[in-house]
């Protein structure tokens, strides 16, 4: 049998205690991370990061990307909960509505942004598996997630040179325009 996980309060929002039982959380309780200009996500990970499958849920306003340009040495799969955004794979532009569902296979660049009147919130789930990379993955440029200030200013690997310009993701709790 697996023992239930604890779940602590914080002055942000509940979080679990990465003791790697099985656990509830409502996203509405749970602590959120916030860059101004990058949107929110609802933090159910904790402090220690799920070994096999990453999952949050991103809340975007119009113009705010989910994260720099980027690929992954592992999948990942997204689901538009509602609203509407923009994706950007392999450098071309499509537009996203509520229950689309994008499988990103490993390597390949993407991001997405908030579009619409709205915010768009996304379901993102990924593999931590790396396959046979040594590397997570990397920020190539791509001029079209420039033109919505979604890509690093040169290829990089380092999440702090992709993100530099940008100020730090600040926890703090749920705010009720985040979600519908």
Do not use: K
């Not at 538009?80 to 509505?97: H, T, Y």
């Not at 619409?116 to 440029?141: M, T």
């Amino acid at each position: 049998m697996v023992a239930r996980q604890r779940i602590e309060q914080t002055e942000h929002g509940l979080v679990p205690t990465g003791d790697d039982g099985w656990f509830v959380l409502n996203a509405t309780e749970a602590r959120w991370r916030e860059r101004p200009g990058r949107g929110a996500y609802c933090d159910f990970e904790g402090d220690v990061d799920f070994p096999q499958v990453g999952v949050n849920i991103q809340s975007l306003a119009p113009g705010e990307a989910m994260a720099m340009y980027h690929w992954e040495a592992d999948q990942e799969g997204f689901l538009v909960l509602s609203g509407e955004a923009l994706l950007i794979v392999e450098d071309e532009e499509r537009p996203l509505r509520a229950w689309d569902y994008l499988h990103c296979p490993p390597n390949v660049p993407h991001t997405i942004v908030g579009a619409g009147s709205g915010p768009a919130v996304i379901l993102a789930l990924g593999a931590r598996d790396h396959g046979d990379s040594p590397a997570w993955g990397g920020y190539p440029y791509s001029e079209v997630a420039m033109q919505h200030d979604a890509s690093a200013e040169e290829e990089t690997t380092d999440q702090e040179v992709a993100y530099a310009r940008f100020p730090r993701r600040v926890d703090g709790e749920f705010r009720e325009d985040w979600l519908p």
